[in-house]
């Protein structure tokens, strides 16, 4: 028989409560981690299928730098690629310099032997920091530096236009790079460094060292405490980097919705030069 007395009802134990007492449990931090993983691969391979690559390329941006907000101490390694890159163009224009300056002394024989195995050495640091990527940047990347020239994109032409580099002039020398570089100096392509010769041939002097040790500091030079972190800004650098950065790096514009590939194409100057005629000059003509 039952208690008739108001006696407290004893505590039942977490084991002894019915299905209908238990909160349903609220999910792991790694599992909502997992959802959102999953969620977002199911979000890329749809853009894949579509052929938004500007969408495709901001979503795989958008998770890595979701990726770095919530892992604020993994290494960035796309800035230390990038600067690498920079490095290897310095390089292979340097040797394009002396080789076609017809020099044949023993100092320049023993300068193309340095750069040589300088860029051996600069290969191997390359390959390392992509090594490092995050997944869906090393997707993006992949993919955006699958075509050839992919930098002739308009706003890497641009940048070469305002340095005054060959683009400026419609040599030919940028656009020309992927086609006239030996398979194994194919990481030097790129627009104009401070070693190109066809550029200090235009300005009719070279800077100094201590000239260029400036520049290259002022191109990379950081923001201590700026204010923004992610994919995007974690390294810190000086907008214009950052800009240069991106469309190395990911290809897209944001804000511009332009399809990457889209962006790619020669100076309107080197079609001048080479006496190729636009489509307007030819629907000119034609009426």
Sequence with gaps: MGCYCSCPEPRRSSSDKKPSDRRPSEKRPSDKKDDFLSEAHDVERRLESSGNIYALQ?????????????????????????????????LVQEELSIRENRISNSAAADRLQHLKSQY???????LFYLSNFAAAQWRAFDLWRSHPQWYMHSQLVDDCVGRQGCCAR????????????????????????????????????????????????????????????????????????????????????PGSGKNPFDM?????????????????????EEA
């Design 120 to 126: 051996q050495f600069l290969s191997l640091k390359w």
């Design 170 to 253: 419609g040599c030919g020398c940028c656009l020309n790079r992927s086609h006239n570089l030996d398979a194994s100096r194919s990481l030097g392509v790129g627009h104009c460094t401070l070693e190109c010769g066809c550029c200090a041939r235009a300005r009719g002097f070279e800077f100094s060292e201590s000239q260029k040790t400036d520049l290259k500091d002022l191109y990379q030079s950081k923001w201590e405490g700026a204010p923004w972190n992610g994919a995007y800004g974690q390294d810190r650098r000086n907008f214009h980097c950052m800009k240069i950065h991106q469309v190395s790096i990911w290809g897209f514009v």
């Design 58 to 90: 901001q979503h795989r941006f958008n998770m890595c730098e979701t990726d770095m907000s919530e892992f604020p101490k993994i290494p960035n390694t796309s800035y230390n690629l990038f600067d690498v890159e920079q490095e290897l163009r310095e």
């Design 264 to 284: 790619i194409n020669a100076p309107p100057s080197y079609d001048q030069s080479e006496g190729k005629k636009s489509k307007d000059d030819e629907s000119i």
